[in-house]
């Protein structure tokens, strides 16, 4: 398989090139606009929605196998195509438990995952058990959209009766999640993929911490201990072949603060808490998803940026072995057309610092317009890793 279709046109698409240029695979892009980042790393574009399986199936008549950005999905659409021998991986029906968080959380309990304490709210008609439903879980809670919820947008943490009941009333009365909230240690996440021949690989356990509910900081690996790195890889293997997939799935999962690891969320794609494997792992993540999907047996995810970087040239590698990474997203802080020139030569300046940015115009506050890496040699130490923190934050949200 040399020809590769993906639905969406993002930035996680754009940074699957130069896994494609390494693996000599071409991309066609279904995006809705001709600006977005992917369009200009495209073979072809094929302009369009998401969920517009028309648009898909030309795609299709370009492609050996398609395989998505993101979930936002027409799924019963995308069946009738497959029905005519249109290639997916993820394969549907592995998607078709993942898609509604939900019914997400049902596929979890049955396949025997740690999962929150949760509940649903189907419509309005649900307003008369509304106080049952909550009890079930208890206060305070979290309430999510089933669908199309993505950094932190449709997640609201409420802690009354009435403060449930009046953002329900807000979101239509729409089909919702309610879940506990964990007082967590700490949140972790892992990439893991699977092959056709069923392989699976698991990248390191990494941390991740939220600001207002968008992921902020990745900090690879995790300083957890081993046991919970243990059970974390068990979880992702289980997953993978319970779905029996092929293709890269993020997970992201609380450390809670009696060390039990429950699952938050799974996004059956590539994800921001993976991309610090662009330049810390021997392959990065989107060329896994890449490998997978086009029959290739699965790349290393060993924590070796020596050799990883792609960006790295013989007078830029370490001396010392570099084995781990802290990435900072940089998300907008306001609304504006400016490139950041100024900012961004500070960021690259930055020692063994790999900077990546999408192109987005306008910035807008909260969106994510690009991210950084930076490589160490020291990640178990709080210090260090705080201070490359401190140190990119203080270039790119030195004003807030």
């Known amino acids: 398989m040399k020809k590769i279709g993906v639905i969406g046109g993002g930035q996680l698409a754009w940074m699957m090139a130069t896994g494609a240029e390494a693996l000599g695979l071409e991309l066609y892009i279904q995006t809705p606009n001709a600006e977005d980042p992917a369009c200009t790393i495209a073979s072809q574009v094929f302009l369009g929605a998401v969920d517009d399986a028309a648009i898909t199936a030309e795609m299709a008549n370009s492609c050996d196998v398609i395989t998505f950005e993101n979930e936002f999905i027409d799924l019963d659409a995308l069946r009738s195509l497959e029905k005519s021998g249109v290639v997916f991986y993820p394969q549907l029906d592995c ?222 590698i370490p001396s010392k072995a570099m084995t781990g990474a802290v990435m900072v997203n940089l998300l907008g802080t306001e609304n504006s057309d400016s490139d950041y020139a100024e900012k961004r030569e500070a960021l690259a300046h930055i020692p063994n610092a790999y900077l990546y940015w999408y192109g987005k115009k306008p910035s807008k506050i909260g969106r994510k317009m690009g991210h950084v890496t930076v490589l160490t040699d020291d990640p178990d130490s709080s210090g260090t890793v705080e201070h490359i923190i401190e140190r990119i934050e203080r270039v790119w949200y030195q004003n807030l």
């Open 95 to 316: 998607l078709a438990p993942l898609l509604d968080k939900y019914d997400q959380r049902e596929y979890c309990n049955t396949i025997g995952l740690p999962s929150l304490p949760f509940a649903t709210l189907e419509d309005e008609s649900d307003r008369d058990c509304l106080r049952h439903k909550i009890a079930s879980v208890g206060l305070p809670l979290v309430l999510k959209t089933r669908r199309h919820g993505y950094d932190g947008q449709g997640t609201f943490v409420l802690d009354t009766l009435e403060a449930v009941e009046a953002t329900w009333r807000t979101l239509g009365y729409q089909p919702v999640l309610l879940e506990a909230f964990i007082d967590f240690e700490k949140e972790l996440a892992v990439m893991v993929a699977r092959s056709h021949t069923g392989k699976v690989s698991v990248y390191p356990v990494v941390e991740t911490v939220q600001i207002e509910q968008v992921c902020r900081r990745v900090i690879a690996p995790a300083r957890v201990a081993d046991d919970v790195v243990k059970t974390v890889r068990e979880i992702a293997t289980t997953l993978m072949n319970s779905l029996n997939v092929i293709g890269i799935f993020g997970i992201e999962l609380f450390l809670t603060q009696e060390g039990t690891v429950l699952i938050n969320e799974i996004a059956p794609r590539t994800h921001n808490s993976g991309h610090y494997t662009l330049d810390a792992c021997v392959t990065s993540q989107f060329e896994q998803q890449l490998r997978a999907v086009s029959g290739h047996s699965l790349g290393s995810t060993a924590l070796d940026a020596s050799i990883a970087s792609k960006a790295m040239t013989p007078d830029t």
